[in-house]
């Protein structure tokens, strides 16, 4: 297969989407790939495509397509995610948005054991959450 070829389609039901769900998302991106994208949708029509691309510098595409109609692209750059390596997307979904989480990380995940919270608050609750994980891709 050459760098470029799209990996086949991997889809999974997700069950309702509420405020609150978070989606993780995790892939190996090509080495040389100039594209890929993780999608939202019910049958064909798009919810949210988010959809990093390499060329012209790299940069991130948000798209919705509805009844077979892209809208209007919402291009943010740059893209933080490196070819060649894994990334880990994250989609919050609110009431009002997508918030779509990534933050590279700078030091091993393994090494991080504590949450801290400081400054002019006072802390009120700190928690974390497990994940059902439905499918690993091998
Ligand atoms: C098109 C592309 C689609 C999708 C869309 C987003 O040009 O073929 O795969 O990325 O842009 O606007």
């Known amino acids: ?3 470029n ?3 086949p389609y991997k889809s999974i039901f997700c069950g309702v989407v509420h405020p609150g769900k978070i989606f993780i998302i995790q892939g190996f991106l ?11 949708q019910n049958a064909a029509d798009v919810a949210l495509h988010f959809n990093p691309r390499y060329n012209s ?7 919705s397509r509805l009844n077979g109609v ?16 894994l ?17 590279r990380h700078r ?8 949450i801290c919270m400081a400054g002019m608050v006072r802390p009120s609750l700190i928690a974390f ?10």
């Open 57 to 63: 510098g790299g940069y991130i595409v948000h798209n």
């Open 87 to 103: 990334f880990t997307l994250q989609i919050l979904i609110t009431l009002s948005s997508y918030k779509v989480i990534h933050s």
């Open 70 to 85: 892209w809208g209007n692209e919402e291009n943010k750059a740059p893209t933080p995610f490196p070819r060649g390596h």
């Open 5 to 7: 070829s799209m990996v």
């Open 30 to 40: 090509n080495p040389g790939g100039n594209r890929f994208h993780v999608d939202l």
């Open 107 to 114: 030091m091993p995940l393994t090494h991080v054991d504590k």
């Open 129 to 138: 959450q497990y994940l059902e994980v439905r499918k690993i891709y091998t």
């Open 1 to 3: 297969a050459s760098n």
